[in-house]
């Protein structure tokens, strides 16, 4: 187990969805199907994406999920993600899954779209860069300018989109190194270097999230779980 205070902080807000704002979520979504969930950085707010667009939560205390905002100008939308507390939204719907769409929702203002070759699998953001992740491939950008600084190309395949960024500006970037063994790749995306790579499992990964300082990564096979220490030496 990791100990980290944001892991701690995103299983209080998943138990927090019980009783009466268990109730309030389901009834507010009762007519749509949801197609992603997703905390942002630091578990204040939780983004829901759905058949009729998106909808942000506000995670304010452990006993209560308000809504903030309810956006349904694009409807299947399949990747939500939120910049911490900011007006900063990315998405991507299953009718463009090739175009991210940058906004600031509180100015209801579109900031900029970026195209792809393939599908967008995943996105992952903190204040200093956005990752873009295909199945063979992840684009690095800054975020103030979404300009592409560097794409880690050939990457093994990874159809489920299994990626993570740190929260902190730290920027480290992990990602599977196989399609067979549990090797995890670490990528510096403020130096755009290659850190190292780390036999982590023996079969292939399901999951890896870091915590909020991005000191640990945890990580996750069929076969189990572990938590590394990236300054540990490994």
Do not use: W
Request: proline fraction near 3%; aromatic fraction near 6%; charge should be negative.
């Amino acid at each position: 187990m990791c100990g980290s205070k944001e892991l701690q902080s995103r299983d209080l807000a998943f138990n927090s969805l019980h009783k009466r704002n268990e109730y309030k979520f389901r009834m507010s979504v009762s007519n749509e199907e949801i197609l992603t969930l997703a905390f942002n950085q630091d578990a204040t707010s939780l983004a829901v994406g759905t058949s009729n667009g998106y909808r942000l939560y506000t995670l304010g205390q452990v006993d209560e999920l308000d809504l903030l905002l309810e956006n349904t100008d694009n409807s299947d939308v399949c990747i939500i993600e939120r910049l911490f507390s900011s007006s900063l939204v990315t998405s991507v719907s299953l009718s463009a899954p090739r175009k991210l769409e940058i906004c600031h929702f509180l100015k209801k203002q579109e900031i900029c779209t970026q195209n792809y070759a393939n599908s967008i699998l995943a996105i992952r953001l903190n204040r200093l860069r956005l990752i873009v992740c295909l199945e063979d491939s992840i684009f690095v950008h800054n975020i103030r300018d979404m300009k592409v600084l560097h794409t880690i190309r050939d990457t093994p395949s990874n159809p489920s989109g299994l990626c993570d960024l740190t929260p902190a500006d730290v920027s480290f970037v992990a990602y599977p190194g196989s399609t067979n063994s549990g090797e995890v790749h670490l990528f510096d995306a403020a130096t755009l270097q290659g850190l190292s790579v780390i036999p982590a499992h023996n079969g292939p990964l399901n999951a890896l999230k870091f915590n909020a300082e991005g000191t640990l990564l945890a990580s996750a096979s069929e076969k189990g779980t572990m938590c590394i220490d990236l300054f540990s030496g490994i």
